[in-house]
């Protein structure tokens, strides 16, 4: 889609709805969910396909940091 078109790429962190992954969990489980989720961006795309592979890199370790900041607040850690 990158290489296609230059729109803002917008980054979607979420944890601990993992709990409830299938119907029959949500159903008589949902009391359980500790989840979060976040939006961050609009990040702009990257001026040309050469630089795709690392925007999206960055984009991953940016997931990855935010991911971990939500679970050190304590709320959501995985079984």
């Given amino acids: 889609m990158l ?16 709990r409830c992954r299938e119907l029959a969990d949500f159903v ?5 969910v500790e ?3 976040q939006l961050f961006g609009p990040f702009e795309s ?9 925007f999206i890199e960055g984009l991953r370790r940016r997931m990855i940091e935010r991911q971990r900041e ?8 995985p079984e």
């Fill in 70 to 77: 939500l679970r050190a607040k304590g709320t959501v850690t």
């Fill in 35 to 37: 989840g979060q989720t």
């Fill in 46 to 54: 990257p001026p040309d396909e050469a630089h795709i592979p690392a």
């Fill in 3 to 18: 290489r296609e078109r230059r729109l803002p790429v917008y980054l979607i962190v979420t944890d601990g709805f993992w």
């Fill in 28 to 32: 008589y489980h949902v009391d359980r």
